[in-house]
């Protein structure tokens, strides 16, 4: 279960990457059908610079929200709940600021996080695991 700042993170990105998620231009370019892609739109990566801003302290806030949350919380099946929606939002934390830097970087950016996971977990954030593309 995602977090919101989760789900900001992804519509974020998809406004941003000229080429949609990831699945898609990941098959471009391991087709060599890399001349089909289209191009960063400088006013969109603005926007999203902003939107990465302004996410990374909605996703601190969100993972405090969610910290006290299980701290108060005696139901074990929210707990669960709970659990997923603070390991997304943490992790989007980290999402959001990698963003920041690769937004200028790169031409399309990882929209999942489950994908954005695997790319960290890898070692190499700008290499899309193939394992990863996989819904």
């Not at 989760?6 to 370019?29: C, D, K």
Request: aromatic share 10%.
């Amino acid at each position: 279960m995602a977090s919101l700042s989760s789900y900001l993170m992804q519509q974020t990105t998809l406004f941003r990457n000229p080429n949609g998620p990831e699945s898609h231009w990941a098959s471009l370019i391991s087709e060599c059908k890399s001349n089909q892609l289209k191009p960063l739109s400088i006013p969109r990566a603005i926007v999203a610079e902003v939107g990465y801003g302004l996410i990374i302290p909605f996703s601190i806030f969100e993972t405090i929200f969610h910290r006290l949350a299980k701290v108060f919380s005696s139901d074990a099946h929210r707990q669960k709940e709970i659990d997923a929606k603070l390991l997304s939002s943490s992790f989007a934390i980290k999402w959001a600021f990698a963003n920041v830097f690769m937004n200028v970087l790169c031409n399309d950016l990882i929209t999942r996080e489950h994908v954005a996971r695997d790319c960290a977990n890898s070692g190499n954030i700008f290499r899309v695991p193939s394992s990863a593309l996989i819904p």
